[in-house]
């Protein structure tokens, strides 16, 4: 029987296996990248695949070697005060950057809300999605790798996971983080060689290892120029805009007023902003002000802020292949190094720094 040319007609293993001269067993190997085929037999299927344009269907590639081909991207509610963090957009940059990865590799990402029965002391609703084979892993961020037990609970099940901004010593598994202390250590020598000498301080969310790395960032610039720190420029926030402002509000009311502000976030600064426009204060001749994270409002605020872009995207990237090494070792390899990997931040000049009032 004929096959009817005018309808377009889904080509199958079996067609490329024949082609090919090889079982459907070995075209599934060279599909998945095993190693058990010799490169002549992998060249005869790649050109078989070829000619016939074939479409593996990953999905079910992924499945038939007993791995769920789904990442779990691990979020708290959204309406959270202490999830907000640089808001949506920090989550979306996450997400974009962990999808970019997972889709080229035939890899779902789901986004997976922790429910009450899933902060159960020993997370065993969580754990029962990977059972059930709704997801393979989890990529965790900050400050979610921090929730008590749950790195032990997925340890503990044997369910491979990633960090993201995760402390160096929670795990000694896949884990990416950003160099903040470092980039705000630049950071607050630029404003001292500008002639900043009284530089105030907004930090975020306590224990948080963001959080904390930027401030000591901050130490480390402020002792190393041979300042003395003053508890009453240093004010303990979170990542929002509320707490920017919060924070303003105390330190501008200060006499004398420090002449620049450190904010531990773009929304931090965005609330800096927000009050000294308020006071009436002409920026940034009578005060300075600088963030992290260069979310996109950064550059439309007035006037344009000055801040650290923080690698959000490719942390999230990066993570996602760990996490892949972790459960497909045979077709992705582990990145060489050690399991904490550190992207750099860089620093975004504008408007919003300048030199010291005089």
């Known amino acids: 029987m004929k096959r009817d040319l005018s309808r377009p007609t889904k080509i199958t293993i079996h067609e490329v296996a024949a082609a090919a001269g090889v079982s459907i067993k070995t075209v599934s190997r060279v599909i998945r990248d095993e190693p058990k085929a010799s490169e002549a037999t992998r060249q005869a299927v790649r050109d078989a695949i070829k000619r016939l344009g074939y479409v593996p269907n990953a999905f079910a590639s992924a499945m038939s070697s007993g791995v769920t081909p789904v990442v779990g991207l691990l979020s708290s509610g959204l309406s959270e005060p202490s999830i907000l963090r640089t808001g949506y957009e920090y989550r979306m940059s996450l997400q974009a950057g962990a999808f970019d990865i997972l889709q080229a590799a035939g890899f779902g990402l789901a986004l997976v809300r922790l429910s009450e029965a899933d902060q159960a002391h020993d997370f065993s609703g969580l754990i029962a999605r990977v059972r059930r084979r709704e997801v393979g892993g989890f990529l965790i961020t900050s400050p979610l790798c921090d929730r008590e037990g749950l790195v032990q609970a997925l340890q503990a099940a044997k369910?491979?996971?990633?960090?993201?901004?995760?402390?160096?010593?929670?795990?000694?598994?896949?884990?990416?983080?950003?160099?903040?202390?470092?980039?705000m250590c630049a950071m607050t020598r630029l404003a001292l060689q500008f002639g900043h000498r009284r530089i105030a301080f907004i930090r975020g969310n306590a224990g948080w290892r963001d959080a904390d790395h930027r401030y000591a960032g901050y130490v480390d610039a402020m002792t190393g120029a041979g300042l003395q720190l003053d508890p009453a420029l240093v004010f303990q926030g979170s990542f929002s805009f509320d707490a920017g402002r919060q924070g303003a509000q105390q330190l501008l009311a200060l006499t004398p007023r420090p002449t620049a502000i450190i904010a531990s976030s773009d929304d931090i600064a965005a609330g800096v902003l927000a009050v000294a426009h308020e006071l009436g204060m002409n920026l940034p001749s009578d005060l300075s002000v600088t963030g992290y994270d260069d979310i996109d409002m950064a550059r439309k605020l007035w006037p344009a802020l000055t801040t650290i872009h923080q690698p959000v995207e490719q942390m999230a990237g990066e993570a996602a292949r760990r996490l892949m090494a972790l459960m497909r070792p045979v077709r992705h390899s582990e990145p060489a190094g050690s399991a904490q990997v550190e992207l750099r931040s860089e620093l975004v000049l504008r408007d919003s720094l300048t030199s010291a009032p005089r």
């Open 159 to 183: 369910v491979p996971f990633a960090s993201i901004s995760s402390p160096a010593e929670l795990h000694n598994g896949p884990s990416v983080v950003a160099n903040d202390r470092e980039a």
